[in-house]
């Protein structure tokens, strides 16, 4: 008589050993991932449709996020910097710290939050409704047609929404400076592009492909192994958010002792 899974002795303890089958599954989901996106067929009309609904319609989210996060943080720093006789360089700081760090951590965070729980969701009701099983039925490759697809189009996605955010930002600030310095555009956008160096722009791109990835497959791991129904639905979508914000946090630390031993040598 076979021992059934859940009565064997934990090896460690029950925690840790979910833990570690976890991390085991998630490694397996991802390197699925890698070895079917280059294998056909390829769905590129599904692709567009996930970059149209992630980018597209997150962009009034973005623009108004951005566009205030621009605003407060000059009005933010204005102050310390009067007290030195330096507010003319509040645009070399605002585009100092939006490119390296403001802009694709806050694109992020908001896309973990729109895009994250909307793919977990998604997923995770097309799971518990055994639709996968239908398109697997059906001589469909659901993972093929549900999680590449929409890692692709975050992949791809986050980095543009991510450019987006620091112009709109910069503009937010730029409105603020214009009314309280009285700098003129040209004036302003010179000042913002001496500050930054090639380095920032290409790790920033970089941090967003990575962000991008992110968001994508920690949605479509939860959301493809949810359970108990509708509730599995909603703790699929509740994970992806705080998995995906967690990550994200991790990853803004790594790149940014990688980009700092890169630029001190």
């Known amino acids: 008589m076979t021992e059934k899974a859940e009565d064997r002795k934990p090896l460690l303890s029950k925690k840790i050993d979910k833990f570690f089958t976890g991390l085991a599954d998630a490694w397996n989901f991802v390197r699925r991932f890698f070895k079917e996106v280059f294998l056909p067929p390829y769905e590129f009309k599904e692709?567009?449709?996930?970059?149209?609904?992630?980018?597209?319609?997150?962009?009034?989210?973005?623009?108004?996020?951005?566009?205030?996060?621009?605003?407060?943080?000059?009005?933010?720093?204005?102050?310390?910097?009067?007290?030195?006789?330096?507010?003319?360089?509040?645009?070399?700081l605002i585009s100092i710290a939006v490119v390296r760090a403001m802009g694709p951590l806050v694109t992020a965070l908001i896309a973990a939050g729109k895009?994250?729980?909307?793919?977990?969701?998604?997923?995770?009701?097309?799971?518990?409704?055994?639709?996968?099983?239908?398109?697997?039925?059906?001589?469909?490759?659901?993972?093929?047609?549900?999680?590449?697809?929409?890692?692709?189009?975050?992949?791809?996605?986050?980095?543009?929404l991510v450019m987006f955010t620091d112009f709109v930002a910069l503009m937010g600030s730029f409105l603020s400076v214009n009314a309280n310095e009285n700098v003129s555009l040209v004036t302003f956008f010179v000042q913002v592009f001496e500050a930054i160096s090639f380095l920032d722009i290409i790790s920033s791109v970089l941090k967003s492909l990575l962000f991008g990835f992110t968001i994508g497959i920690v949605g479509c791991y939860k959301g493809y192994n949810s359970s108990k129904g509708t509730e599995g639905v909603g703790r699929a979508a509740n994970a992806a958010v705080v998995m995906a914000m967690f990550l994200i946090f991790i990853e803004e630390l790594l790149v940014l002792q990688i980009v700092n031993a890169i630029r001190m040598m």
Do not use: H
């Open 47 to 92: 692709v567009v449709q996930q970059c149209y609904r992630i980018g597209v319609e997150s962009l009034p989210l973005i623009a108004l996020t951005g566009f205030i996060v621009g605003i407060v943080f000059t009005n933010q720093s204005r102050p310390s910097l009067s007290e030195f006789g330096a507010t003319s360089w509040l645009p070399s």
């Open 115 to 160: 895009v994250g729980s909307s793919i977990g969701a998604e997923i995770g009701s097309m799971k518990v409704t055994e639709q996968i099983d239908a398109m697997e039925v059906s001589a469909t490759n659901p993972f093929k047609f549900l999680v590449v697809t929409r890692v692709l189009a975050t992949t791809f996605m986050i980095p543009v």
